[in-house]
């Protein structure tokens, strides 16, 4: 099986339900600090492919999700589906392993910053290397 970090683009996110522009699910087997440059790395591209269309203001809002947790981080209603899904869990497995079933190894949000069951504004990106990446290159 394929074990490579995603970045998703979502142009027409809506802020009000809690859809990010981007997110991020790192690869399973990566450390925090790899994780951190593969997010730099897919950032500086996709800013570098969207020239004039991408927002600086985009760093700031970047999602990070567990694969496992991706189908809820894409619905319509992000924050209101990982509710759902963590209560369900929590009742029906145990706190222990509905923090499993979320596919975090890293003690509970593997430090990426985990919100309501595991989608969280965890990757820190150095803005100065996104900026780099825009230039003609």
Same mark, same amino acid.
């Given at each position: 099986?394929? +074990?490579?970090? /995603? *970045?998703?683009?979502?142009?027409?996110?809506?802020?009000?339900?809690? @859809?990010?522009?981007?997110?991020? #699910?790192?690869? @399973?087997?990566? #450390?925090?600090? @790899? +994780? @951190?440059? =593969?997010?730099?790395? *897919?950032? #500086?591209?996709? !800013?570098?492919?969207?020239?004039?269309?991408?927002?600086?203001?985009?760093?700031?809002?970047?999602?990070?999700?567990?694969?496992? *947790?991706?189908? !809820? !981080? /894409?619905?319509?209603?992000?924050?209101?589906? /990982?509710?759902? /899904?963590?209560?369900? *869990?929590? =009742?029906?497995?145990?706190?222990?392993?509905?923090?499993?079933?979320?596919?975090?190894k890293r003690g509970g949000d593997g430090g990426r910053g985990g919100v309501a069951g595991g989608v969280g504004r965890g990757v820190e990106v150095?803005?100065?290397?996104?900026?780099?990446?825009?230039?003609? +290159?």
């Amino acid at each position: 099986m394929l +074990d490579a970090p /995603l *970045l998703i683009y979502q142009p027409n996110h809506d802020p009000a339900t809690g @859809q990010p522009p981007l997110i991020f #699910s790192p690869a @399973q087997q990566t #450390s925090a600090e @790899q +994780d @951190q440059q =593969q997010a730099a790395g *897919l950032l #500086s591209t996709l !800013a570098r492919r969207l020239g004039d269309v991408w927002q600086d203001a985009w760093l700031a809002q970047v999602a990070t999700a567990p694969r496992a *947790l991706l189908p !809820a !981080a /894409l619905s319509d209603d992000p924050v209101a589906t /990982l509710r759902e /899904l963590q209560s369900a *869990l929590t =009742q029906g497995r145990g706190d222990a392993e509905g923090e499993e079933m979320g596919g975090q190894k890293r003690g509970g949000d593997g430090g990426r910053g985990g919100v309501a069951g595991g989608v969280g504004r965890g990757v820190e990106v150095d803005c100065r290397e996104i900026g780099r990446g825009r230039g003609g +290159d």
